[in-house]
């Protein structure tokens, strides 16, 4: 059964992208983060414009400088901001908010003003940086801040710290909260993806499975109704042949009707041969059961089932439906082993008798109670099909199993007339 599970969470973006639960590639880019964006910028051009105001209305000495500090520090965001480096680099993401930093504080230290563009930076900082810098950063920031703030000789009131603390706080809550969010919405994405993918592979199965069937049906069609038909046609004009008097005028037309119905039996069986699945086209049963428990071995496509395959008796030749049969029970027999038994080792036994041929599929695995259909992983649904397709060559399928002791599936098939040893 295969079980599907979430997918991983999404790795954190690399520090110095635009925002920090926004894809890597820019087409993945959605409207949510371009206005998160936008507001940022606007958030800053417009604390850093009320600074100037309030340097300018205030008539300062410094005024001038603080100016001058705004500008430097509006120029240094919109080159990180346009500059493809800070995007891609986490050197150059950080240089870049050492840059800020630095103008930063020196705008603290010129106007108190200056703490206002302390929020924004909380952002950057948690958009740029992983967590683990991101944190001590917003702290140190905060910290700065209320430091700035006493400098300047403003009275010590409760607002004067937890202001700036509730401010980084709340950038905090909020950048982390959508990085959460995003996450969440990732792995929907992927799971929905998955779900489609595998949606495509179980109906091109599906697609196999009903030509392969159909390709089946058609061979044993052909095999029981027209190639018997003609085996019988001709038999009887053998029969006619040999009871015609010598010199009978009849002869030639008789012997005419037997080879044209000879061509044609071996029309209808290069028909059969055509239509029988393609583990049958490269050789006999044998070989087929042989390559099957091959590919099911340890080191094959990754398998730990080691599997065993061996003939007893003399082989004889077998109707298609008959090969059909046999090999398709022994690949949902194995198929259950490999993927329901946790078995170690499994023998797969073809065995030709006087009267039958029988397919033996022996496991080590957990077992299961018979009686209920299923094992206990869900699987064994495969045994009915495999019975009724036993049953429609006359033939009988038995299962040997318990919890705990292995599993031993037997299909025994009475061999056609003339195939008998």
């Known amino acids: 059964m295969t079980t599907l599970t979430d997918p991983p969470p999404a790795p954190r973006p690399e520090p110095g ?42 008539g300062g000495s410094d005024a001038g400088a603080v100016v001058a500090v705004v500008l430097v520090m509006g120029g240094v965001y919109a080159a990180g901001v346009l500059s493809p480096a800070v995007a891609r680099s986490q050197r150059a993401a950080a240089m870049w908010l050492v840059a800020l930093g630095v103008c930063w504080a020196v705008l603290l230290v010129l106007s108190p003003a200056g703490l206002w563009t302390a929020f924004p930076l909380y952002f950057l900082q948690l958009h740029l940086l992983p ?10 920031t905060a910290a700065a801040a209320i430091a700035g703030f006493l400098l300047h000789g403003s009275p010590v009131t409760p607002g004067s710290f937890i202001g700036p603390l509730l401010g980084a706080a709340v950038a905090v809550a909020t950048v982390l909260g959508y990085e959460a969010l995003y996450r969440e919405s990732e792995r929907r994405r992927e799971l929905i993806d998955e779900l489609v993918a595998t949606r495509a592979e179980l109906a091109a199965a599906e697609r196999t499975a009903g030509t392969l069937a159909e390709r089946e049906r058609l061979a044993s069609e052909i095999h029981d109704t027209l190639a018997q038909g003609l085996s019988s046609i001709q038999l009887l004009l053998r029969a006619a042949q040999r009871a015609l008097p010598a010199g009978s005028r009849a002869a030639p037309h008789i012997e005419q009707a037997r080879a044209a119905a000879q061509d044609n039996l071996a029309e209808a069986r290069r028909f059969v041969r055509a239509l029988s699945p393609p583990d049958l086209e490269r050789g006999s049963l044998a070989g087929a059961l042989e390559r099957l428990s091959a590919s099911a071995s340890p080191g094959s496509d990754g398998a730990h089932v080691e599997v065993q395959f061996t003939v007893s008796g003399k082989p004889v030749e077998l109707p298609t439906p008959y090969e059909v049969a046999l090999l398709r029970t022994a690949q949902s027999a194995l198929a259950n082993t490999v993927r329901h038994a946790d078995a170690g080792r499994a023998e797969i036994t073809l065995s030709f008798m006087d009267t039958s041929v029988s397919l033996d599929v022996v496991d080590d695995g957990r077992g299961f109670d018979p009686a209920s259909t299923t094992s206990a992983d869900g699987g064994g649904f495969g045994l009915p099909a495999m019975r009724a397709r036993a049953r429609s060559l006359g033939g009988t399928l038995s299962v040997e199993s318990a919890p705990g002791q292995g599993t031993a599936v037997a299909v025994t098939l009475p061999l056609p007339r003339g195939a008998a040893t």
């Open 131 to 140: 967590v683990r810098w991101a944190l001590p950063a917003v702290a140190l």
């Open 17 to 58: 992208s635009p925002h920090p639960a926004a894809p890597p590639h820019p087409s993945r880019t959605t409207p949510v983060d371009l206005v998160l964006r936008l507001c940022l910028h606007a958030l800053l051009a417009g604390l850093l414009a009320l600074v100037v105001v309030r340097a300018v209305t205030g």
